[in-house]
Protein backbone atom coordinates (compact mmCIF):
# COMPACT_ATOMS: atom_id res chain seq x y z
CA UNK A 1 0.00 0.00 0.00
CA UNK A 2 1.45 3.32 -0.90
CA UNK A 3 1.28 6.88 1.62
CA UNK A 4 -1.22 7.94 -0.89
CA UNK A 5 -3.77 4.65 -0.56
CA UNK A 6 -2.92 5.01 3.57
CA UNK A 7 -4.24 9.11 3.57
CA UNK A 8 -6.96 8.68 0.84
CA UNK A 9 -9.88 8.50 3.74
CA UNK A 10 -8.56 11.83 5.04
CA UNK A 11 -7.51 13.36 1.98
CA UNK A 12 -10.97 15.58 1.82
CA UNK A 13 -9.85 18.30 4.56
CA UNK A 14 -10.91 21.41 4.73
CA UNK A 15 -7.75 23.14 3.69
CA UNK A 16 -7.76 20.91 0.75
CA UNK A 17 -10.74 21.68 -0.30
CA UNK A 18 -9.80 25.22 -0.21
CA UNK A 19 -6.65 24.91 -2.08
CA UNK A 20 -8.58 23.27 -4.96
CA UNK A 21 -11.28 25.66 -4.51
CA UNK A 22 -8.66 28.42 -5.12
CA UNK A 23 -6.62 26.65 -7.99
CA UNK A 24 -10.12 25.90 -9.61
CA UNK A 25 -10.98 30.06 -9.87
CA UNK A 26 -7.43 30.56 -11.17
CA UNK A 27 -8.22 27.98 -13.86
CA UNK A 28 -11.12 29.63 -14.55
CA UNK A 29 -9.53 33.19 -14.32
CA UNK A 30 -7.01 31.92 -17.66
CA UNK A 31 -9.04 29.29 -19.23
CA UNK A 32 -12.33 29.98 -20.87
CA UNK A 33 -14.21 26.50 -19.80
CA UNK A 34 -17.15 25.38 -21.68
CA UNK A 35 -19.52 22.68 -21.23
CA UNK A 36 -18.32 21.59 -24.64
CA UNK A 37 -14.25 21.54 -23.36
CA UNK A 38 -13.13 17.20 -22.56
CA UNK A 39 -11.18 17.24 -19.56
CA UNK A 40 -8.35 14.58 -18.60
CA UNK A 41 -7.21 15.26 -14.72
CA UNK A 42 -3.93 13.47 -13.69
CA UNK A 43 -2.74 13.13 -10.15
CA UNK A 44 -6.90 13.72 -9.84
CA UNK A 45 -6.48 11.89 -6.04
CA UNK A 46 -10.03 12.13 -4.29
CA UNK A 47 -11.33 14.36 -7.51
CA UNK A 48 -11.13 17.46 -5.59
CA UNK A 49 -10.18 19.84 -8.48
CA UNK A 50 -12.51 18.58 -10.82
CA UNK A 51 -15.40 18.63 -8.73
CA UNK A 52 -14.42 21.99 -8.65
CA UNK A 53 -14.61 22.32 -12.30
CA UNK A 54 -16.89 19.84 -13.20
CA UNK A 55 -20.61 21.73 -13.93
CA UNK A 56 -18.38 24.43 -16.31
CA UNK A 57 -16.83 21.22 -18.65
CA UNK A 58 -18.00 18.21 -20.87
CA UNK A 59 -16.86 14.63 -19.78
CA UNK A 60 -13.93 14.26 -17.61
CA UNK A 61 -11.49 11.34 -17.33
CA UNK A 62 -9.94 11.27 -13.97
CA UNK A 63 -6.72 9.50 -13.37
CA UNK A 64 -4.25 8.69 -10.78
CA UNK A 65 -1.87 5.15 -9.64
CA UNK A 66 -3.39 5.20 -5.99
CA UNK A 67 -5.63 2.44 -5.86
CA UNK A 68 -7.48 4.19 -2.35
CA UNK A 69 -7.80 7.90 -4.12
CA UNK A 70 -9.54 6.04 -6.64
CA UNK A 71 -11.77 4.28 -4.56
CA UNK A 72 -13.04 7.13 -2.49
CA UNK A 73 -13.04 9.26 -5.62
CA UNK A 74 -15.44 6.36 -7.11
CA UNK A 75 -17.39 6.89 -4.09
CA UNK A 76 -17.65 10.39 -4.42
CA UNK A 77 -18.85 10.27 -8.21
CA UNK A 78 -21.84 7.43 -7.69
CA UNK A 79 -22.74 10.01 -4.43
CA UNK A 80 -23.13 12.75 -6.88
CA UNK A 81 -24.30 10.76 -10.06
CA UNK A 82 -21.51 12.36 -11.78
CA UNK A 83 -22.31 10.52 -14.96
CA UNK A 84 -19.55 12.62 -16.84
CA UNK A 85 -16.85 11.68 -14.79
CA UNK A 86 -14.49 8.57 -15.33
CA UNK A 87 -12.07 7.27 -13.78
CA UNK A 88 -8.85 5.35 -14.76
CA UNK A 89 -6.10 3.86 -13.29
CA UNK A 90 -2.85 5.16 -14.73
CA UNK A 91 1.06 5.85 -14.47
CA UNK A 92 1.92 8.02 -17.40
CA UNK A 93 5.44 7.11 -16.17
CA UNK A 94 5.21 4.04 -17.44
CA UNK A 95 1.69 3.25 -18.28
CA UNK A 96 0.71 3.95 -22.31
CA UNK A 97 -1.34 7.09 -22.13
CA UNK A 98 -5.19 7.24 -23.19
CA UNK A 99 -6.34 6.35 -27.04
CA UNK A 100 -7.70 9.82 -27.23
CA UNK A 101 -7.56 13.46 -27.21
CA UNK A 102 -9.02 16.23 -24.65
CA UNK A 103 -9.49 20.02 -24.86
CA UNK A 104 -8.32 20.59 -21.43
CA UNK A 105 -5.16 18.58 -19.41
CA UNK A 106 -4.56 19.86 -15.86
CA UNK A 107 -2.67 18.67 -12.99
CA UNK A 108 -2.47 20.02 -9.24
CA UNK A 109 0.55 18.78 -6.82
CA UNK A 110 1.40 16.44 -9.41
CA UNK A 111 4.37 17.29 -10.75
CA UNK A 112 6.74 17.58 -7.97
CA UNK A 113 6.21 13.93 -7.60
CA UNK A 114 7.02 12.66 -11.29
CA UNK A 115 11.14 12.56 -11.89
CA UNK A 116 10.95 12.80 -15.25
CA UNK A 117 9.43 16.03 -16.32
CA UNK A 118 10.11 16.84 -20.00
CA UNK A 119 8.47 13.21 -20.75
CA UNK A 120 5.60 13.78 -18.39
CA UNK A 121 5.06 17.08 -20.43
CA UNK A 122 5.67 15.63 -23.63
CA UNK A 123 3.05 13.02 -22.69
CA UNK A 124 0.38 16.09 -21.67
CA UNK A 125 0.81 17.70 -25.53
CA UNK A 126 -0.04 14.17 -27.00
CA UNK A 127 -3.31 14.12 -24.77
CA UNK A 128 -4.20 17.66 -26.30
CA UNK A 129 -6.04 18.12 -29.27
CA UNK A 130 -4.84 21.15 -31.57
CA UNK A 131 -5.47 24.72 -29.47
CA UNK A 132 -6.25 23.11 -26.07
CA UNK A 133 -5.00 24.09 -23.16
CA UNK A 134 -2.46 22.74 -20.22
CA UNK A 135 -2.96 23.59 -16.90
CA UNK A 136 -0.56 23.11 -13.86
CA UNK A 137 -0.82 23.83 -10.59
CA UNK A 138 2.55 22.92 -8.46
CA UNK A 139 5.31 24.60 -6.10
CA UNK A 140 7.53 27.33 -6.77
CA UNK A 141 10.95 26.34 -6.31
CA UNK A 142 11.47 25.70 -1.86
CA UNK A 143 13.76 24.50 -0.30
CA UNK A 144 13.05 21.13 0.62
CA UNK A 145 11.10 21.99 3.91
CA UNK A 146 7.61 21.28 2.33
CA UNK A 147 8.20 17.09 2.13
CA UNK A 148 10.78 17.13 4.88
CA UNK A 149 14.76 17.57 4.11
CA UNK A 150 15.30 14.05 4.73
CA UNK A 151 12.65 13.59 1.22
CA UNK A 152 14.34 12.80 -1.68
CA UNK A 153 12.26 11.51 -4.20
CA UNK A 154 10.43 14.97 -5.59
CA UNK A 155 11.04 18.31 -6.90
CA UNK A 156 11.34 20.79 -4.78
CA UNK A 157 9.32 22.72 -6.63
CA UNK A 158 10.11 24.49 -9.88
CA UNK A 159 11.90 27.47 -11.08
CA UNK A 160 9.06 29.15 -13.21
CA UNK A 161 11.50 30.29 -16.20
CA UNK A 162 12.66 27.22 -16.38
CA UNK A 163 9.84 25.22 -16.49
CA UNK A 164 8.23 27.52 -18.88
CA UNK A 165 11.47 27.21 -20.96
CA UNK A 166 10.78 23.17 -21.02
CA UNK A 167 7.29 23.80 -22.10
CA UNK A 168 8.01 25.96 -24.96
CA UNK A 169 11.01 23.65 -26.01
CA UNK A 170 8.16 20.57 -26.08
CA UNK A 171 5.55 22.87 -28.27
CA UNK A 172 3.67 24.30 -25.99
CA UNK A 173 2.68 28.41 -26.98
CA UNK A 174 1.18 30.99 -24.80
CA UNK A 175 2.63 30.28 -21.67
CA UNK A 176 1.88 32.24 -18.73
CA UNK A 177 1.90 31.86 -14.52
CA UNK A 178 0.38 33.16 -11.84
CA UNK A 179 0.02 32.65 -8.15
CA UNK A 180 -2.58 30.92 -7.74
CA UNK A 181 -2.86 29.80 -3.60
CA UNK A 182 -0.12 30.22 -0.92
CA UNK A 183 -0.52 27.02 1.59
CA UNK A 184 0.90 26.80 5.25
CA UNK A 185 2.27 24.14 5.91
CA UNK A 186 3.99 22.79 9.58
CA UNK A 187 7.55 22.31 8.24
CA UNK A 188 9.20 20.81 12.07
CA UNK A 189 8.35 19.37 15.14
CA UNK A 190 7.60 22.24 16.87
CA UNK A 191 5.37 23.38 15.23
CA UNK A 192 6.50 26.02 13.25
CA UNK A 193 4.67 26.50 9.70
CA UNK A 194 6.03 28.75 6.20
CA UNK A 195 3.50 29.66 3.65
CA UNK A 196 4.66 27.86 0.14
CA UNK A 197 3.45 29.54 -3.35
CA UNK A 198 1.36 27.30 -5.58
CA UNK A 199 1.68 28.90 -9.49
CA UNK A 200 -0.63 27.67 -12.10
CA UNK A 201 0.97 27.57 -15.42
CA UNK A 202 -1.48 27.77 -18.41
CA UNK A 203 -0.29 26.79 -21.99
CA UNK A 204 -1.59 26.16 -25.29
CA UNK A 205 -0.59 23.23 -27.83
Known amino acids: MSDFDEKAEEWDTPKSRKRAANIAEAIRSEVPLSNNMSAFEYGCGTGLLSFELRKELGPIMLADNSDGMLE ?17 KLNLSSDPPPDQQFDLVYTMMTLHHIPDTRHIL ?84
Request: glycine share 6%.
Open 72 to 88: VLEHKIRDASADDMKTV
Open 122 to 205: TQFYALLNSAGYLCVADLDEEDGSFHGHDVDDVHKGFDRAELADLAEEIGFTDISFSTAYKMEREINEEGETKLFPIFLMVARK
